[in-house]
């Protein structure tokens, strides 16, 4: 792939899917800008270890639902980098188990609008402005849109609304050779998922998918990577559902 020299974002990059994916673009030659929110220590590990791997890496915090700190990171990662390249919009947040829309109370409601939806829309503003030509935009969005499981509608309606954008958001890119894709991953086995399920929970959502497993983060990030390369550049306006055939 043709990526020496270009930079990217990986928004929520200090542990999980995130972390993987700043590691795999930095294996193929990303510059990589290690986003979070947090988890200083976890996301300068996440650096160390690209480097260690010769690659190159800088942690930048920003909370993806506050514009002025998104913009901020987007000045930091061209002055440190001489611009940007890729954004990958992986910065998200679950509820905590399953959530009926009756029981949903408004801090909850407000909080998944404000990461999962409100942060994707300050980056892609953000990133029309600052990204350069031939650039690459990857949206997360989940297999919980299809499933329509209860419990998750808000959750499920933020991912939906982050499809719709990306679908309308690559169209107003025209000209810009730019592409915007999204990936739905179905259960993958993080920290973040794996939180406030039971055993039984986790093991029913194992084998819902033919493949009979979990996904794990690596098999995310090599999907990223691929809407990432060159290999995809005939691809755009599309949500890639990466969940073992679960939908």
Known sequence: MTTQAKVAIVTGASRGIGASI???????????????????????DVVASIEAAGGRATAIQADVSVPAQVAAMFDQAVTLFGGVDVVVNNAGIMQ???????????????????????????????????????????????????????????????????????????????????????????????????KDKTPEQIERLAKMPPLERLGQPDDISAVVAFLASDAASWVDGQTLRVNGGII
């Open 96 to 194: 905590p188990g399953l959530v009926p829309l009756v029981d949903t109370d408004d801090a909850l409601f407000d909080r998944l609008i404000a990461i999962n939806l409100k942060g994707t829309f300050n980056t892609l503003r953000v990133a029309a402005k600052k990204l350069r030509s031939g650039g690459r935009i990857v949206n997360f969005s989940s297999s919980a849109t299809a499933l329509a499981m209860p419990g998750y509608s808000v959750y499920a309606a933020t991912k939906s609304a982050v499809e719709t954008m990306t679908n309308i958001f690559a169209k107003e890119l025209r000209g810009r050779n730019i592409t915007v894709n999204a990936v739905a991953p179905g259960p993958t086995a993080t920290e973040l998922f794996l």
């Open 22 to 44: 700043a590691k795999r673009l930095a294996a193929d030659g990303f510059a990589v800008v290690v986003n979070y929110a947090g988890r200083a220590a976890d996301a300068q």
